[in-house]
């Protein structure tokens, strides 16, 4: 008979061996951040790694899909921020899409232009893997899109090829998946008063100058059944005093 610690131990060991982290890299050769995908019971999850302050999406097959700030980082963030801007956890609810017997639903995805790439070469760690998908092209941006389904990956995956290249499958417990596929696209960027939303940030409420050089994860409010859709950007500078924020691509390769 297994023993309580070794029951705890294995589940440990399959939740990492669940885990996939990617990072994209453009011409300019600059960075995304890395990011982490993983399926746990019958939830799958996303989150940039490597952040002070982090946000995660959670898919749960039998609960609602949230966007929430992690909760180790709730009290802090409340901490340095006393005008209340970070008053709940969840930034993004919505319920579950209804699933069909055969085919997939996107439920999730990420934009990451490489004209707002930011960051130096990624590497990935001893023992854990790197994902890294290049961009071609300076005008493109990498865009991974998350299916969810029923049907088993093996006759699912050539219905996926019509969209990108699937590069990565999630079991749930339940018999469901997630998918992951990737494909490079003309990047157009989205106009901030769309669905696409408005990047939320939080800062010290004493900082009277502005800052450069900002990471910023631009979101959706996708309606119950829709899609939540992340696009990544670097280049964000923000005028405190001004109330401005501003994106400006990064260096372009000659």
Excluded at 44 to 53: K, V
Excluded at 124 to 146: M, R, S, W
Aim: avoid cysteine.
């Amino acid at each position: 008979m297994t023993s309580g610690k070794q029951a705890i131990s294995d589940a440990v060991d399959s939740a990492i061996r669940k885990r996939v982290r990617f990072t994209v890299y453009g011409p300019n050769d600059l960075y995304s951040w890395v990011w982490s995908a993983w399926a746990h019971r019958n939830s799958f999850y996303l989150m940039p790694t490597g952040l002070e302050q982090a946000q995660k999406v959670s898919l749960h097959a039998d609960h609602k899909f949230r966007l929430a700030f992690d909760r180790h980082d709730v009290e802090y963030l409340r901490s340095r921020n006393s005008r209340g801007f970070i008053d709940e956890r969840a930034t993004v609810v919505w319920e579950k899409p209804i699933l069909p017997e055969t085919g997939a639903v996107e439920v999730l995805s990420l934009t990451i232009p490489a004209k707002h790439l930011a960051l130096g070469k990624q590497v990935g760690k001893p023992g854990k893997g790197l994902f890294a998908f290049g961009i071609t092209n300076y005008e493109h941006a990498a865009q991974f899109h998350f299916f969810m389904s029923k049907e088993p990956a093996a006759s699912l995956e050539p219905k996926l090829s019509v969209v990108g290249t699937p590069t990565f499958f999630f079991d749930l417990d339940n018999g469901e998946n997630v998918s992951m596929v990737v494909r490079e696209v003309l990047f157009s960027p989205p106009t901030m008063t769309s669905p696409h939303g408005v990047p939320r940030m939080d800062f010290p409420a004493d900082m009277q100058d502005g800052l450069t050089g900002l990471h910023a994860l631009l979101h959706s409010h996708p309606p119950d059944g829709g899609s939540l859709h992340i696009l990544e950007v670097g280049g964000v500078s923000l005028d405190m005093n001004g109330r401005r924020l501003a994106i400006s691509p990064s260096g372009k390769p000659d």
